[in-house]
């Protein structure tokens, strides 16, 4: 008798928070439209020149957003019609450069941030110039014979480092700029913002065809990505933490109301740019509890998608605890709910996240589906089993080689090509399966299948504190109807966007000094705006910073180990 092949879904999660500040329109951190060209571009390709690959692409709404401004800003650069409200992207493209000591630093400083041995290293030129420029910070008085021109081939060589590994292998222009390695011109670096704006246009519209096609499944997370249990139910962080510090505040005003604008908001959004509705959710952070399966249930969704540990609190609380050496994947279904639920193979996924960087692309695929076939085997009394691989489709790969190109390439084709293996999506995976019943879930996340990414910290609590403060004074404003209707669609979102998870992953220690900034000054200028919009005059605390950060420096974005 033949054994069906293992089920194998591919899960990248492409997310960003809101950079810009919605009153000013200018971004205060530039990774929108740098991840856009390199790993949103990159993604699409790899599945573009491998026909028989497949996968599950989601996004988050307000990255959707940010993508159509840029492009439409470069667009109307270009033309002569308006201006680039990202500092950076404006330097890149202006004929002015700074000309203040501190800006210029600043500049020099931005130029920097990226990883040396992946994205500077391997371009000499680019490398000379980061030599010197990490010299100048600590000689400022030397900054006096920074010319124009070091600062011109310092940003477009920054820019072209960040460029996908696809561009720079078949986009003349980008060859051309690679080639010439320095003095460039005004001219050249309007037709690197060029080609940037074209790239940025073309994502939604790529990935829409691959969806056509069938190679792609397209799914989306709730509008701004916030923590849909804790807004539900901050308490449901002691299911899987009893001993958990929380909040002063007990209980999210108005929570349920909250997450069903996230879902209905954040389906308006995707159906807007991919003319689809998603069968599917990734929950921001891969976030559940029985509350948020249900309403995620009622929103109309087949399919949601979590941490393996949250499964594996679930089957322990449920008396259902597998052997070590069982098959657990599989759909499965909470009692009284015909939502399918899909769990991480953690193991998998931190190997492509965590491990491969180092390894030649196929050892590492040889030694991934290895791992494959032994869980096909493990499976192989089971019908219809899946191994969802659910990561980041766009940290892991500054820190591969040539922006994990021949990983992909390679990963892709070695699992289709096994006969042993299926690429598939989840879509396709319910429509045959018979999930597995579930009598319980116990809240939780991808990270350790707990909230303790997110809540917990003395920081992270004070953070819901101020947002508790925020949501206060606009249920007050908004039931005392003192609004029109634009201000109150622009205050609803500008709540969303403080209700996102990124600003309490950031708090805490444990995190690095310069990222902890950024996300706190950007966290308070959110609130600080959202009072501005109510009419209300901010509280005296956001003006006060009051989360710190003493870490080492790790990868930004979504998906990343909790414990770095």
């Known amino acids: 008798m033949s054994v069906k092949p293992l089920k194998v879904v591919l899960y990248w999660h492409m997310h960003q928070p809101e950079y810009r500040d919605l009153r000013s329109g200018e971004y205060h951190q530039p990774w929108t439209y740098l991840h856009g060209i390199k790993d949103y571009v990159d ?28 492009a439409e800003q470069i667009k109307s650069y270009l033309g002569n019609s308006g201006a680039l409200s990202d500092p950076l992207l404006a330097a890149l493209a202006g004929p002015v450069l700074p000309s203040s000591q501190e800006a210029r630093l600043e500049l020099i400083r931005h130029c920097l ?30 900054m006096l014979y920074v010319n124009d021109q070091f600062l011109v081939d310092l940003l477009v060589w920054y820019h072209l480092a ?13 060859k051309g700029l690679l080639k010439k390695a320095s003095g460039y011109t005004l001219h050249d670096r309007r037709e690197l913002l060029a080609v940037i ?53 007990q209980q999210y005003p108005g929570g349920e109301e909250r997450v069903n604008w996230h879902l209905q908001q954040g389906l308006a959004t995707f159906e807007k740019y991919f003319a689809l509705r998603p069968a599917g959710c990734w ?15 009622e929103a109309g969704f087949k399919w949601a998608a979590s941490g393996e540990s949250v499964l594996r609190n679930s ?6 605890t597998p052997e070590p050496d069982s098959c657990i994947h599989h759909a499965y279904q909470l009692k009284g709910q015909k939502l399918n639920c899909f769990f991480r193979d953690d193991g998998l996924s931190d190997l492509i996240g965590f491990t491969y960087s180092d390894w030649h692309a196929d050892d590492a695929v040889a030694n991934f589906v290895h791992h494959l076939e032994n869980i096909a085997d493990a499976c192989a009394a089971q019908d219809d089993s899946v191994v969802s691989v659910i990561l980041d489709g766009e940290n892991a790969w500054e820190f591969y080689p040539e922006n994990g190109y021949y990983f992909l390439r390679a990963l892709y084709k070695g699992i289709a090509e096994n006969s042993r293996l299926e690429l598939t999506t989840y879509s396709d995976c319910i429509e045959t399966a018979e999930p597995v019943r579930m009598p319980e879930l116990v809240a ?28 206060r004074c606009y249920d007050k404003v908004i039931s005392a109807g003192r609004l029109d209707d634009a201000h109150r669609q622009r205050a609803e979102r500008q709540l969303a966007i403080c209700e996102g998870s990124d600003w309490f992953w950031w708090f805490g220690d444990y995190n690095s000094a310069e990222s902890v900034s950024d996300f706190e000054s950007l966290y308070r200028m959110h609130l600080s705006n959202l009072y501005q919009i109510l009419g209300e005059e901010p509280p005296a605390y956001l003006s006060e910073v009051f989360a710190h950060g003493s870490g080492d420096p790790v990868m930004g974005g979504a998906m990343r180990k909790g414990q770095e």
């Open 197 to 249: 704006g074209e790239l940025l246009a073309g994502i939604n519209g790529r990935y829409a065809a691959l969806a056509r096609r069938g190679q792609v499944e397209l799914s989306m997370t709730p509008y701004a990505h916030p923590i849909m249990p804790l807004l539900l139910d901050i308490q449901s962080a002691t299911e899987a933490m009893p001993d958990v510090s929380l909040p002063f505040l």
């Open 444 to 471: 939780g996340s991808w990270v350790y299948g707990t909230f303790s990414t997110w809540i917990g910290d003395k920081d992270k609590n004070r953070a819901w504190d101020m947002l508790g403060d925020a949501k």
């Open 113 to 142: 941030r990226a990883n040396a041995e992946r994205l500077i290293n391997p371009f000499p030129a680019y490398r000379k110039l980061a030599d010197i420029a990490r010299w100048l910070p600590e000689h400022p008085e030397m």
């Open 162 to 174: 960040w460029m996908g590994e696809t561009v720079r292998r078949e986009d003349a222009r980008i």
């Open 315 to 320: 089957l322990a609380k449920s008396g259902m």
């Open 43 to 70: 993604m699409a390709a790899h599945l573009e020149a491998i026909p028989q690959a497949r996968a599950v692409v989601n996004f988050v709404p307000i990255l959707l957003e940010q993508i159509e401004d840029y």
């Open 283 to 297: 929950p921001s952070e891969g976030s559940v509890s029985a509350a948020t399966v249900k309403l995620l249930d």
